[in-house]
């Protein structure tokens, strides 16, 4: 199943989306009319959604705006350095320990949403990677189990702005500028995908391929992942993991290129979809509210 948050006549819910239309659930009132409601209620919730969705109304994808999936999660942590030929353009040795940063709640974005180019910056670059969505309260889960914990799974580009991301050693602030995380453009529940790790998935900028791989290639898998992060906190329904990237990002060509106004940045998976962002010139505006 695919789950979408939309907005539609000036309303935002979720929905479900099957071929070129969005099923309107949120009518019934018996339905979470928010993603991480939904994905709380667990498989309660996902009944009453099967049973509503076959008489809801329905729009055209193209007469609807789609937002990011998880508007709002609890947490955003992604991991570094988690395909072989990416640590290998980086110059870098085979981490042997997972390494972890995290991307501040004000980097989601939806999935044809635009992307800032900071005004502090124009090492700007683009990172595909798939992302799951965390649907149970976990906390010391064993690899074996880790498959259990996830709700769905998503694309997502971990837009990085270089220098900052450089700068200090958490990554953090390069990783966390407002619209760099966009995701998208639905969750596709996790018994759809089944075993997440044969997932291939390109990254075009103007339509020029930048990135190719598969999920096969990850170093640290998405059990990895799980069973890792589960020992230090618990995970909880609507987190989104970050899983790596390949190698092909602009900042490891000789010489580096990072992006510009104007430039298009495409993400496809395997089975899940395509997230498609334009890069516009921020607005430095102040704000104090």
């Known amino acids: 199943m695919k789950l979408a948050t939309f907005t539609q006549g000036g309303r935002t819910r979720i929905g479900v989306v099957e071929g070129e239309q969005v099923l309107d659930i949120s009518a019934s009132g018996t339905v979470p009319t928010e993603m991480i409601s939904l994905i709380e209620g667990g498989e309660q919730a996902m ?69 800032n180019m900071p005004s502090v910056s124009h090492y700007l670059d683009y990172e595909a990677e798939l992302v799951m969505v965390i649907g149970k309260r976990a906390k010391h889960v064993p690899r074996e189990r880790a498959h259990e914990v996830v709700f769905g ?68 898998d998405c059990w990895d992942q799980i069973a890792h992060l589960s020992r230090a906190f618990t995970l909880e329904p609507g987190d989104l993991i970050f899983t790596g990237t390949s190698g092909g990002v602009g900042v490891a060509m000789k010489p580096p290129v990072f992006r ?12 899940i979809g395509t997230i498609e962002n334009r890069i516009v010139a921020e607005k430095a505006e102040t704000l104090i509210a």
């Not at 694309?155 to 500028?177: E, H, I, Y």
């Not at 510009?260 to 089975?271: E, Y």
């Open 47 to 115: 009944d009453g959604l099967r049973q509503v969705a076959g008489k809801a109304t329905s729009f055209p994808l193209s007469a609807v705006a789609l937002e990011a999936p998880v508007p709002s999660p609890g947490k955003i942590l992604a991991i570094g350095l988690n395909y072989a030929d990416h640590i290998e353009e980086t110059g870098l040795d085979k981490p042997k320990e997972q390494i972890w940063f995290n991307k501040q709640r004000g980097s989601v974005n939806g999935p044809y949403a635009d992307v």
């Open 153 to 220: 799974y998503m694309c997502g580009n971990d837009v990085s702005v270089r220098d900052w991301q450089l700068a200090t050693p958490t990554m953090t602030m390069g990783k966390s500028f407002d619209t760099h995380g966009p995701t998208g453009p639905w969750i596709v529940t996790a018994d759809e995908i089944g075993d997440p790790h044969d997932l291939d998935f390109t990254c075009h900028v103007n339509g020029e391929e930048k990135q190719r791989s598969n999920t096969k290639h990850m170093v640290f």
């Open 260 to 271: 510009q106004v104007g430039d298009v940045m495409k993400v496809a998976f395997d089975r």
